[in-house]
């Protein structure tokens, strides 16, 4: 059982503090990495919950692999974001209260390959995002592209 799994079993669908981590990931053209996520059919940064005995690095660094098939080498923080603001409930009703983890990385190895989460996979002009972007990840690329201090406390 893993750790999301063990904690429900025992709170059910009450609102519990997660951690999360991801990274804004660019290319060599300054292109920023999105996934369309098969679940809402929305873009957004690769990224997802922190697992028991992991670092929020090696979070992001799992999370980006798992649903890019990129290895981050470097990355600097970007950012830290919290607050009931960001609170969610998720369709199947459980309610969290999450501390997103921002990473930013220039360079990575490897080859883009989508995973079950990804209907899709590009890199994209910061001037030239998609609309259907998720509403988190768009304040956390407007701060970017507003060039706020890093790393920002959202």
């Not at 649903?67 to 369709?91: C, H, N, R, V």
């Not at 930013?104 to 080859?111: H, S």
Request: with cysteine; aromatic share 8%.
């Amino acid at each position: 059982m893993d750790y999301i799994q063990h904690l429900r079993s025992m709170v059910g669908h009450e609102k519990v503090i997660m951690v999360v981590a991801g990274a804004m990931v660019f290319d060599s053209e300054n292109r920023l990495l999105l996934q369309l996520r098969s679940d809402s059919e929305s873009w957004g940064l690769p990224g997802g919950f922190m697992n028991l005995n992991e670092s929020v690095q090696e979070t992001a660094r799992r999370e980006v692999y798992e649903e890019t098939g990129l290895t981050l080498k470097e990355m600097s923080l970007f950012g830290i974001y919290s607050g009931p603001d960001k609170d969610k409930e998720f369709a199947n009703g459980d309610q969290v209260s999450p501390v997103q983890i921002l990473f930013c990385c220039q360079e990575y190895e490897g080859v883009l390959r989508k995973d079950a989460e990804s209907r899709d996979i590009a890199f994209f002009h910061l001037n030239e995002l998609p609309e259907n972007l998720f509403l988190e990840h768009r304040i956390m690329i407007n701060d970017l592209l507003q060039h706020k201090e890093q790393p920002v406390i959202g």
